[in-house]
């Protein structure tokens, strides 16, 4: 059997340089990519706490009610905005522009002093919860300009 000289060992030298450049490179490109994204779906929403029994806070605004139904599937059945049933094939722009002819939103960022309560089935999908909520919240013009119409919205105690 024959060993090698273990007298004769070969320094090992770890080269630095390029393990920096290649550390200055992916700083340089993280940075040339970050993007800087406003966050989406920014809703003032307030949660209805878990004790059903307690009467949630009084507020001194108008509070306008939009009821959300839904089918034992989850799908959504009707939308109701008051006492008025919004139906038909857009029942999401149709509540849109309701409360666009309440609010008015010529005159700037729309309302801060209103509210909107949302009253939606336990069984509802989540996506037509969102659908109200963008409705409510504001729109988008054909300029790409964004108008705000509601910024408080806030959802119902589950009923029995």
Known sequence: ????????????????TPMIDIVF??????????KIVL????FNIRMPSAQT?????????PLL????????????ARVQFGDVALDGDTPFYHLQSRI?????DDAGPGSSDQEVEIDA??????????NAITAITGYM???????KLVERVRFAPLSE
């Open 53 to 61: 029994s307690t009467a949630s806070a009084v507020s001194e605004t």
């Open 141 to 147: 013009d054909d300029n790409g300009e964004q108008h």
């Open 25 to 34: 490179l992916l700083m340089v490109f993280f940075v040339f990519t970050f």
């Open 100 to 104: 666009r002819s309440l609010i008015g």
């Open 1 to 16: 059997m024959k060993f090698r000289n273990t007298d004769h060992r070969e320094h090992i030298v770890l080269q630095m």
């Open 121 to 130: 089935d336990y069984n509802l999908k989540y996506r037509y919860a969102m």
């Open 39 to 42: 966050p989406e779906g920014d």
């Open 65 to 76: 009610r939009v009821r959300l139904r839904a089918t034992p599937e989850g799908e959504l």
